[in-house]
């Protein structure tokens, strides 16, 4: 499971069973982010937490990271039998932005900031498998 943290919402990738194709699975506010994770791991089975840290270009800790890292020391608390890896998530933003238009959608659509959280998730999560094999 993929986790695109955001103060306000967070974008979540899942991958197929046999960790080739990364799918987007949905954006839920933040404040509930834990209770989905919960409920989802009840009926799922996940093998491990990737989350994006929003790094500066300059690899430094972006502001974000005041949030980020408080949700995965959270999240390791609550379900420690999971494994978390994080990965550096800069551009996926603009990956998903460039994904929306090479994929059709208008620019309403386009607007959508779940969508690309959701977008995101599923590029950060794709780009840990591939880097994988």
């Known amino acids: 499971m993929a986790i695109d943290f955001g103060t306000k919402r967070t974008g979540i990738a899942v991958s197929d069973p046999m960790q080739i ?10 404040c509930d982010l834990m209770d989905f994770i919960l409920d ?10 990737v989350i994006g840290l929003p790094h500066k270009m300059n690899n430094e800790d972006s502001d974000s990271m005041k ?8 999240l390791a608390k609550k379900i420690p039998n999971i494994p978390i890896k994080m990965v550096d998530e ?8 460039h994904a929306m238009i090479e994929g059709g959608l208008k ?7 779940a969508l690309v959280d959701e977008i995101s998730a599923t ?11």
């Open 21 to 30: 194709i990364a799918n987007g699975l949905t954006t839920v506010r933040t």
């Open 40 to 49: 989802y791991i009840a009926k799922e089975s996940v093998e491990l937490f």
């Open 67 to 74: 949030s980020v890292r408080p949700f995965i020391n959270s």
């Open 90 to 97: 800069r551009f996926t933003s603009v990956l998903a932005h």
């Open 107 to 113: 620019k309403k659509a386009r607007q959508n900031k």
């Open 123 to 133: 590029i950060i999560l794709q780009s840990y498998l591939e880097s994988k094999r």
